[in-house]
């Protein structure tokens, strides 16, 4: 069965641990309890195999976790100058650099001393460790932020972002990660633990083996950019307001296009959303008889009865839902005798505030549901059972700005760039011993 944690490193490595020391347990009882034949010769091939594929396992996974690619990296170990902070500048806010920035003419006329200074010392910094990214030409405009001010901005996306704050976080030292997993999804068969069937003695004549499975997820960095045109007559006339702007702006951009990418995402060069088919997401289906485009109470328990947890109780999920649905939320009444009792209002009270939660399960909307009466309008998800994959440190990025893209409209140019991947790791509905299967991500057909 599935834990909540399974995919950290920790537990990783212990489950790992736990399986390579089964498996010669399960090759002692084949050589002790199977009659000589064919059928005992492969079954004792077989796990050999499994044995070593699972120390490869072991192997690949605490490398790649565990020792960082600098091939790509602004830091050089070996460089004396590498652990002394960001580079220095300046600066005293984002509003100040801007100001600079806007006043310099097309050609670098009248570029300040403290700009030349930072350009100065970013491509310094940058010939020293060997980096990547590239400070640019004046001529192209291209000019790299201090550190801190897109830390700023980097701080409010947790914030902003709903589904970041529940997920599974992977720090990432590498741009891909292979994590192993035991593949515990089916018990209707009696199987646990990765496919191992558990016999009582004297229950079955002969030991009948079964393959230990194990699976694999695949992390990699997508990059995600942003680009903002301020105009001259703002950074001129309000540069007060610019940091503010600029910082609210790419925050709460960059959420909404990552919320998108964790709900709606194909997976394809961006994070893979959790509404595309696959063993993490059930979609139930509609009540018999159900009218069109509606939302009941039975839609409610068929949907909470297929939600995985792993302790049977409610469990960590969310209901996630599109406002055209408020109508119908509002009016869901359980009947009790004569009358009923509201189900989303508090007591029934318009003049409140409604609660938002169903089945004591906190609500949240977002326009990235389908519309009232399609599939995925609403949804019951557990995004602890979400992976999101960052660069090693946490969530980073490089936000870049040019006067000289729209020179001619007198605007000034911003550019956000980060790395991230995401994806819902479970490979398959789990499979109780009795009952329908379940998942952590719960979907409800059309309703046409």
């Not at 801007?98 to 491509?123: F, H, I, P, Q």
């Not at 633990?193 to 558990?198: D, E, L, Q, R």
């Not at 839609?299 to 209901?319: E, P, V």
Request: with cysteine.
């Amino acid at each position: 069965m599935p834990e909540k944690n399974d995919l950290s490193y920790e537990s990783v490595l212990a489950s790992l641990n736990d399986a390579i020391q089964q498996i010669p347990l399960a090759k002692k009882a084949v050589e002790e309890q199977m009659p000589e034949g064919d059928a005992k010769d492969e079954e004792i091939k077989k796990l050999t195999k499994q044995l070593k594929d699972a120390n490869k396992s072991l192997e690949e996974f605490k490398a790649a976790a565990a020792k960082p690619d600098l091939s790509n990296a602004d830091i050089d170990p070996d460089d004396p100058d590498a652990n002394k902070g960001p580079i220095p500048h300046e600066f005293k806010s984002l509003e100040d650099f801007c100001l600079d920035l806007m006043s310099e003419g097309k050609n670098g006329e009248y570029t300040s001393k403290r700009l030349k200074n930072w350009r100065t010392a970013v491509t310094e910094y940058q010939e020293r460790t060997k980096a990547t990214q590239t400070v640019g030409s004046e001529a192209e405009g291209g000019t790299l932020l201090p550190t801190q001010f897109s830390n700023e901005i980097l701080q409010l996306i947790p914030q902003e972002n709903d589904i970041m704050s529940q997920a599974m976080i992977l720090n990432m030292q590498v741009p891909q990660l292979t994590i192993p997993i035991i593949m515990g999804f089916d018990e209707s068969q009696g199987k646990v633990y990765g496919n191992i069937i558990w016999y009582w003695k004297g229950e079955e004549q002969q030991y009948t083996g079964s393959n230990f499975e194990t699976g694999t997820v695949e992390l990699n960095l997508h990059t995600l950019t942003g680009m903002a045109r301020v105009s001259r007559m703002l950074m001129k006339y309000s540069p007060k307001s610019i940091g503010d702007i600029l910082k609210r702006g790419f925050a709460s951009g960059m959420s909404t296009a990552l919320t998108k990418a964790f709900i709606r995402g194909t997976g394809s060069g961006q994070p893979k959303g959790v509404l595309i088919d696959g063993g993490h997401r059930i979609s139930v289906a509609k009540a018999t008889n159900q009218i069109a485009d509606t939302f009941i109470l039975d839609n409610i328990g068929d949907m909470f009865a297929r939600l995985y947890s792993q302790t049977d109780d409610i469990g960590s999920g969310k209901w996630y839902a599109n406002r055209t649905l408020v109508p119908q939320l509002i009016q869901l009444n359980q009947a009790s005798g004569t009358g009923g009792n509201g189900v989303f209002l508090v007591d029934g009270q318009i003049q409140e505030k409604p609660r938002y939660a169903l089945l004591g399960i906190p609500l949240t909307f977002s326009n990235q549901m389908g519309k009232v009466g399609d599939q995925g309008d609403i949804g019951l998800f557990d995004f602890s059972q979400y992976l999101i994959g960052l660069p090693a440190g946490g969530l980073d990025g490089e936000l870049a700005t040019s006067i000289h893209f729209h020179f001619d409209y007198g605007s000034t140019d911003f550019r956000w760039t980060i790395d991230i991947d995401g994806q819902p790791w479970w490979p398959a509905e789990y499979k109780p011993p009795y009952g329908d299967s379940q998942a952590p991500f719960i979907i409800l057909d059309e309703r046409a």
